[in-house]
């Protein structure tokens, strides 16, 4: 399985952009898809996922960005989109596509037990 994560940028506070995540290697519709971020000097943490068939495509996101964020999937075109609204100066980091294929519910958060990583994209949001 490869990721390729795109769409990052420099943005103003209040702007918006959305993210990209191409994935390829592998029966996408049975990944669960998840977005991770790592700001300088602090853990990468946890900002969305979208869980696969078997999950209902069901998506999940941590409090800092419900009502802001927005992941989606396309099965056709085997990508997962973030889109990131009302964007604050703290959501800078670096932003990183996850997949896999067999994780459970209650593990979907941590980083640990996702297999496959893309190459990360820099969002910069400006206050």
């Known amino acids: 399985v490869q990721l390729q994560a795109s769409g990052g940028g420099l943005v103003q506070a209040g702007g918006s952009l959305r993210l990209s995540c191409a994935f390829s290697?592998?029966?996408?519709?049975?990944?669960?898809m998840a977005w991770f971020r790592q700001a300088p000097g602090k853990e990468r943490e946890f900002v969305a996922a979208?869980?696969?068939?078997?999950?209902?495509?069901?998506?999940h996101y941590t409090d800092s960005v419900k009502g802001r964020f927005t992941i989606s999937r396309d099965n056709t075109k085997n990508t997962v989109f973030l889109q990131m609204n009302s964007l604050e100066a703290e959501d800078t980091a670096v932003y990183y596509c996850?997949?896999?294929?067999?994780?459970?519910?209650?593990?979907?958060?941590?980083?640990?037990?996702?297999?496959?990583w893309g190459q990360g994209t820099q969002v910069t949001v400006s206050s």
């Open positions: 996850a997949a896999d294929q067999r994780i459970i519910l209650s593990s979907i958060r941590q980083a640990a037990h996702y297999d496959y």
């Open positions: 290697g592998g029966a996408f519709r049975w990944f669960t």
């Open positions: 979208s869980r696969g068939s078997g999950g209902g495509y069901s998506t």
